[in-house]
């Protein structure tokens, strides 16, 4: 196998932190693996790689792709591409690739159940009774029999449903490509249709989770319209990304009470103010876009990146090559897009 010279750009590591480690301890000889340092000039250290890897797609630059033309991969350690300036280096002729959806597929869901859940049993509400000493309250609803709508049955979505439905869930999913009578099968859907029955399965169900990628087309997809045609009594769940829900809508119709609440791990802006209006409801569960962040999930992305950098050393052609942005997603879901009447 060839030799080839692999430049990491991690976040900073922190003693005792796992965060980031696993790329270090993945990537054999024969290659070398070298640390990118911010503190030292730029130009050497890309002109000297073979394969960087860029972790989630936040490092890499314009500045760092007018140098790459020596680079034979630029690996993307991570899924979503929305923080990755992809145009502007496949315009240098950098081939690129992220890390395919289902190495976050089970995190991703199982963090959405968990809000989900919390929002079900009003947790907030469970924590002020704990300090207060008050028993027995608040009363709960279960997830049994309740509608979830799914809206992208990609990776994540398809783990969610899997979950939902041993909970005793009714599950109607949304994607642009067709769900086939075998998922239908596997996964218990009730029903499946694309993106023009989308308005449809957000009014009819108890709990919408979205799972898609963020582009232009998709931001704000859950808009003041979309919001407003949720049930008083649903819930809004959000593992994905901050920028497809319009947070000043969600924070208006959750407190005109024309949303029962709503539980994201990702939030727009991100990192959110402590002080926004958002974080002061009590039908809210937010936590730190955690949910994709699992031994797991760096353990797998790890050892995807290495074998990559395996392929490209024995001349064959990486995995995941993303040809353009819409390659991470089936294809764009329009939030101003009036779909016809069902």
């Not at 922190?14 to 270090?24: A, E, Q, S, Y």
């Not at 949303?259 to 936590?287: R, S, W």
Request: net charge negative.
């Amino acid at each position: 196998m060839k030799k080839l010279n692999v430049l990491y750009l991690a976040p900073t590591l922190v003693p005792g932190n796992r965060w980031g480690r696993d790329v270090i301890e993945v990537i054999k000889p024969p290659h070398e693996l070298r640390l990118y340092s911010r503190d030292q000039p730029l130009r050497p250290q890309i002109e000297w790689a073979d394969v960087g890897i860029d972790f989630g797609g936040v490092m890499g630059t314009r500045e760092m792709a007018d140098v790459a033309g020596g680079i034979k991969l630029w690996q993307v350690l991570g899924n979503g591409i929305d923080q990755f300036d992809l145009e502007y280096w496949r315009s240098k002729n950098v081939p690129v690739a992220n890390c395919p959806g289902h190495m976050t597929g089970v995190p991703l869901a199982e963090c959405a159940l968990m809000l989900m859940l919390m929002l079900s049993r009003q947790w907030h509400e469970i924590q002020r009774n704990v300090q207060s000493r008050v028993l027995n309250l608040p009363l709960g609803n279960e997830l049994a029999e309740k509608v979830l709508g799914i809206i992208g049955f990609g990776a994540a979505g398809r783990e969610l449903a899997r979950r939902a439905v041993a909970f005793g869930m009714r599950i109607h999913a949304i994607d642009i490509r067709e769900i086939s009578a075998d998922e239908r099968r596997e996964y218990g859907i009730e029903f499946a249709a694309g993106p023009e029955k989308m308005d449809q399965v957000v009014a009819a169900a108890d709990y919408v989770s979205v799972h898609l990628h963020l582009t232009e087309e998709t931001r704000h997809i859950f808009d003041e319209r979309r919001i407003r045609l949720m049930k008083p009594a649903a819930y809004l769940i959000n593992v994905s990304r901050g920028g497809l829900v319009d947070t000043d809508a969600l924070s208006c119709c959750l407190r005109d009470g024309q949303l029962a609440g709503a539980g994201l791990d990702v939030t727009d802006p991100e990192p959110i103010n402590p002080d926004h209006p958002l974080l002061q409801l009590p039908n809210v569960v937010v936590t730190n876009h955690i949910a994709g962040n699992t031994y797991g999930t760096w353990r797998r992305r790890a050892a995807f990146a290495a074998e990559n950098v395996d392929r490209v050393a024995e001349g064959l052609e990486p995995l995941a090559l993303i040809n353009q942005r819409s390659d991470v997603m089936s294809r764009p879901l329009s939030a101003s897009a009036k779909p016809p009447n069902p």
